[in-house]
């Protein structure tokens, strides 16, 4: 099993179907990219180029995304709490993922993708 996928299997419930839910949805939306293990927790790539993370951390899991700075779809929906840079869409439960929102905002972040980190 690879690291990645092993670091989701791990989490407990509900962030273990949280995860594997965000993982669907991404793999589904967006094919070409490619789940490594980065940092310590599951990040996705595009064209060797990071992309987007997966992430539990206390009563939460959430997608962050890397060229956030950059996004403008569902900016409502998205923390940046604690953080300079960085965004994502945060779950508690997995009932708050609404995958219309979570599609738009990685079809977003695809269309950024080559932009660069900072504005």
Known sequence: MKPAEKYIL???????SILLHLQL???????????KY????????????PFCY?????NYADIG?????HLTKHLEHMTTK????????RYEKLEEINDTILTEVLLDAYNVRDKGFWK
Request: charged share 25%; glycine share 0%; no cysteine.
């Open 25 to 35: 949805i991404i793999e589904h939306t967006l094919p070409k990219l490619e789940l």
């Open 38 to 49: 980065k940092y310590k927790i599951p990040f996705y790539y595009i064209n060797n180029k």
């Open 65 to 69: 995304f890397w060229n956030s700075v």
């Open 10 to 16: 791990d989490q407990t419930e509900p962030y273990r």
């Open 54 to 58: 997966l992430n539990q951390s206390k």
């Open 82 to 89: 604690n953080r300079k840079i960085m965004r994502s869409l």
